[in-house]
């Protein structure tokens, strides 16, 4: 057995860093994004799709309480056969089983929560292959792609999660002396200790798309202030999580604490246990991500909780000027390719004046752009080999559903077309439709076309723009958006524009930064100043709703 | 004009020293509490009651936009005339007029906004002896309390506030410098800035009992973190608020920023302006401490904003066994008295074994420990002139009502009697009741009596009493618990029954420190664990959720 003090002292130096870099906010990553030998090792890979291969077609190994059957929910959008049974448990039983590990997780104290929380996460990293073979064929991402965003990018956005909760935990000292002076005799003195306790039963709900990316940030900020969470995982996108989940349940047990403190509520399809999970009495926070609608419907419900939601927006682009036309142009249409659209970054409103731009290659009208914006998509992916890297699978029907309606549009300046992957035929695999509209049509562009559609919206002037910018992001949310423009004055308006509509903005990226990406420890994700999400990952506000701080004193 | 950055400048020692006290924990104050002629000068208090004479009888000189009128609603708990009336504005011209202050107060910044705030609160503290007459006479507190609690106790919680706003908002670094390393090639570069943007318009709702005290954690935490607030006082206890408004308007304007930052929204009773304005749109904060039943209304109905509540709940004390039976009866007679029990921290629910309890003056039965605490409560109040000193005045018809009630329970242990004052002959003094009662009676107990009024519960055993206070509290809420006990064991059991039920305890309290009484920059007041209250005054999570960090990024 190894104590939680022994997993915080063997990770000090990890937590302490990670802690540091989330004060500063610059470049920091603790685990390698580069799925090279050189870095995980000679037989890493391998060994990871081995890992892989074998768990498909059989029951996954995992003990949880409560069981009540299996299901066997996912479909790889590469068309491989997974066919992954998970043990079903009763969502009353796992509810039961969490809250009744609470009083000892709650003794272990916030730097032995963080040491458990640091080596899941270390864990975690060394099965990242194997991960990223799981995240490939639940989510439709490419294997580089769900190497990093399902591997160490997400790692690393749980532990900065793991450094916020353990700062916040240990701001206020567990122990302080106080003495008042008293005129004319002793200070009165008192010892005083102050407690952190979870807030209870904490329930993370993930998504189809980003199963370990979104969900890590909820499920290790729970954990690391003081409460037991149970992982309900996307019906399509479960055998990350139950990755996690097992390996989380490894290490508590080796640590001497409950295993259900972290655990697994799986169901069919449309069986509706999130719901039940989230509205239980004993269950005080909830991490969801996915539709607004149910997302909206957890914020009204689950008043018992408090609720972290990301949900879907409106995300924009305003096309003022530029002085590098190719770089935004091959910026932008990779930032539409990446993994089809299906990030919840992905552009979907481009605002560009009906007069056109003006760029270092000369006055741009509205359909050169438009020409020029669908002529750089079929540049980055003619070759279908790089096409199918770039693009990766369409998750699910309802992706493929848009597709279809968006394609209907009348004025499409880029089609959808089907690619095919040598590696995996099967694979559903399409680039995106690019539609011009008029700002007058904002009943299509208002509405989120989550997947690999965007707009090309004539508006009557910048200014025009940023006015719809504004109005549309305040009203149905955004989580990204980024201005091109080589006007101070232009950029000034757009900073001040974004801080109104309350998203984050990107400038004139032109190179190999994409709005679509954050980066651990330095970008926030999400602000909770606009209805796409509530809350930032990760900042203070993320970790403080989780745990209280209650004291005791007496005289000494 | 004196700028933000200016006052910064002016008060920055202060504010850090705040920070630290904050971090710290250990005894600290920024204010002296005692209204001494060597602390506040030879002239203060003559000239701070002149003031308050002068307001007598007046329209309360204050502008404030879309005025439809005047109101006049207190009255002195103490029976002298009071007539001051107030501006009534247009609640829906308050908050577009606090809303078109925002973007101005946005580009503050967060030093700037702390700046302002504690000039604010310096000048309110030079005002404390006129405050001291206006909290008195609208509460009932005894005049030494008035000024205490209504002052500079009041004002270290809200520098407190002041220093948790202003830490929090500064945390995350305005600007920061990213370089991503790339393999063979130059690193990626970014320059990120945050800005910090608060949630909106905030509405701070008062209480009759303590107006300052328990309004200005809110209102500065949500200025501090870019907020503009409406103050909607109690219209029994509008003139204490009044006046800081009035502060607060004089500092803002001096400051070249929009007065309407800090606004005064009056009624006359009964006309519901706290609902309309804790439900419009663009109110997106709301602090509120008074009844459960109106502050659950909040909670349910103000979903467009953050609601942070102070209600009732059941105050709890466990007596086990004491080395200090004296010290105990005195601590817990004061706790009782002190201004007749109208404190959201007062005792109400005395758990006691119904075979007696050990003391170092021998055993003692329930009987005799019920005839001891009525005789303790005796000498304590027994002198008219000490008793209307500490008892204050019954601060409104609800409190008398349920003093009636109480005084027809079966077994009464102490009854209440009137206190003439000599000062003030139309005060309404009273002693407090306190009623035997058996652990089986809890539709008596587990409602709040808020006033005078407490409880000689007789229960199996202290075991028993960690039952009922976990129970009782956790279903119907607490301020405020103490234990008294000579056992390592029993108080090792208290403190884990607190953590499970939720709020602060106080162990052994038997000399000059009471259970009713926090003390700011150390002790936490309410902790959001039980449903007494959402938040604890003052922690990190009592600010995060007023602001954003919005971010802007660009290539270097």
Redesign the interface.
């Known amino acids: 057995m190894t104590t939680p003090a022994e997993l915080y002292e063997t990770h000090r130096e990890l937590l302490d860093r990670a802690v540091q870099a989330a004060?500063?906010?610059?470049?920091w990553s603790a685990f390698p994004e580069?799925p090279s030998k050189s870095v995980y090792g000679e037989d890493a890979a391998p060994a990871g799709e081995r890992a892989f291969t074998t768990l498909l077609g059989q029951q996954f190994p995992i003990d949880l309480p409560g069981t009540l059957g299996t299901v066997q929910s996912e479909r790889s959008p590469y068309g491989i056969e997974l066919a992954v049974s998970y043990p079903k448990a009763d969502p009353l039983a796992l509810v039961a089983a969490a809250k009744a590990a609470i009083?000892a997780w709650?003794a272990v104290g916030p730097t032995g929560r963080a040491g458990v929380a640091a080596e899941i996460i270390k864990r975690i990293n060394a099965r990242s292959f194997e991960l990223a073979h799981a995240v490939q064929h639940t989510t439709g991402q490419a294997f580089v792609m769900a190497f990093q965003a399902g591997g160490p990018h997400a790692q690393d956005r749980a532990l900065e999660a793991v450094a916020y909760a353990l700062a916040?935990t240990t701001?206020?000292?567990g122990a302080?002396?106080?003495?008042?002076?008293?005129?004319g005799g002793d200070?009165?003195r008192?010892a005083?200790t102050?407690?952190v306790?979870g807030?209870g039963v904490s329930v993370v709900i993930g998504c189809n798309t980003f199963p370990t990316w979104n969900s890590y940030p909820g499920l290790f900020a729970s954990l690391v202030t003081g409460n037991p969470v149970i992982v309900k995982p996307h019906p399509g996108a479960v055998l990350p999580l139950a990755i996690t989940v097992q390996i989380s349940r490894a290490v508590l047990t080796e640590a001497g604490l409950s295993p259900d403190l972290v655990s697994l509520a799986v169901e069919e399809p449309g069986e509706g246990i999130a719901a039940t999970l989230a509205t239980h009495p004993d269950v005080r926070i909830v991490d969801f991500t996915g539709s607004s609608e149910f997302g909206n419907w957890l914020e009204?419900n689950a008043?018992q909780a408090v609720v972290y939601t990301e949900k879907s927006g409106l995300n924009t682009v305003i096309v003022d000027s530029t002085d590098d036309y190719k770089g935004l142009l091959r910026n932008l249409s990779f930032s539409l390719s990446l993994y089809s659209g299906q990030m919840c970054t992905t552009p979907q409103n481009l605002l560009v004046p009906r007069d056109g731009i003006e760029t270092d290659a000369g006055h741009k009208s509205l359909d050169e752009f438009g020409a020029d914006l669908s002529a750089a998509l079929g540049k980055l992916l003619g070759d279908p080999k790089r096409a199918a890297g770039t693009l990766g699978a369409i998750v699910n029907d309802g992706v493929r559903g848009r597709l279809a309606e968006a394609g209907d549009l009348p004025s499409i300046l880029a089609s959808s077309t089907e690619v095919t992957d040598e590696q995996f035929p099967g694979a559903t695999i399409r680039t995106p439709v690019v539609a011009r509209l008029d700002a007058a049509d904002e009943k299509t562009y208002t509405r989120e076309w989550f997947g690999p559609i965007s707009f090309l919206i004539a508006t009557d002037s910048t200014r025009h723009a940023l006015e719809i910018f504004v109005e549309t992001v305040r009203a149905h949310g955004a989580l990204t958006a980024s201005v091109h423009s080589t006007s101070p004055e232009v950029l000034a308006a757009a900073?001040?524009a974004?801080?109104d509509a309350?998203?984050?903005?990107?400038?004139?990226?032109?190179?190999?930064?994409f709005v679509n990406q954050t980066?651990a420890f330095?970008?926030?994700h999400g602000?909770?100043?606009n209805p796409a999400a509530t809350a930032?990952l990760t900042?203070?506000?993320f970790v403080?709703?989780r745990f209280?701080?209650?004291?005791?004193?007496?005289?000494v």
Chains 1, 2 share one sequence.
């Not at 302080?176 to 005129?183: G, H, I, L, T």
């Not at 309350?502 to 930064?513: K, Y």
């Not at 209280?548 to 005289?555: K, T």
């Open positions: 004060q500063e906010r610059d470049y580069s009083p709650r916040a701001r206020m000292p302080a002396a106080w003495a008042k002076p008293q005129r200070p009165l008192l005083k102050t407690t306790v807030r009204a008043r900073r001040e974004a801080l309350g998203v984050h903005l990107s400038e004139n990226l032109t190179g190999g930064v980066a330095s970008d926030l602000t909770g100043a930032s900042d203070d506000h403080t709703g209280f701080a209650l004291q005791s004193r007496h005289h």
